[in-house]
């Protein structure tokens, strides 16, 4: 099972969509992993958390798998003009995760999405378009981040979004594209963020075993043939 990361760059997009930095009982818990005591002070104060507080309660939601909650915050989001790059690629990374987050908890997490969809006439979800639907919104932040500035918060986001596509690429068994993508990852951290390199190389280990396990598979297989 490949590791994802997620919400440890939330903190990085309210400094980029320009939060003032005064103290935040909310983030505060966040940080400290009090995810449901954030979600308190956050929702308690909803209609004037600003986007990257926004972004920071989708997180707490998922981090405690409340997909459902978490989508209802991000979804308005999307037809958000004003956002900036990093903000917007972090909201397209946190709704794969969302995606994603469904096939692992099973089809029956579908259930609600569809029941959303069908209301709007638009078109139910399966399992093949779920994984579309999360890969095209890591291809768009990746390019939102590729072409803005390479500051540490979009350096660090990058990385991650890196991470998560390989983790996805690993879920269509695409080892080899994986093991590229999670190497780009480590590239672009370099000195940075020592945790999520921990998380990549973890990932990247796994791979490699995959890739191991399904060679010697073959080779058994070939004895048998011969």
Known sequence: MVIRWLGVLVW???????VAQEVDPGEGYFQRGQFELAVQEWEANRSSLSVGQ??????????LGRLREAFEILAPLE?????????????????????????DLRNQKLLWINQVRKKFGERLFTRQTITEKAESYLTEAEQLISTG??????????ANILNQKANLLMGKMAYSEALVT?????????DNDNLLKAKTWTNLVQVYAE????????????????
């Open 149 to 158: 500035t390479q500051s540490t918060f979009g350096v660090l986001l990058h």
């Open 79 to 103: 037809s958000d003009k004003n956002l900036k790059p990093v903000a917007q690629a972090q909201l397209l990374m946190q709704l794969s995760e969302i995606y994603l987050g469904m096939i």
């Open 54 to 63: 926004l972004l920071g309660l989708a997180t707490a939601y998922q981090q």
């Open 12 to 18: 990085v997009v309210w400094a980029v969509v320009g």
């Open 211 to 226: 890739m191991l396990s399904r060679l010697r598979s073959g080779f058994d297989q070939m004895g048998k043939n011969i």
């Open 182 to 190: 999670y190497e780009d990852s480590l590239a672009i951290l370099k």
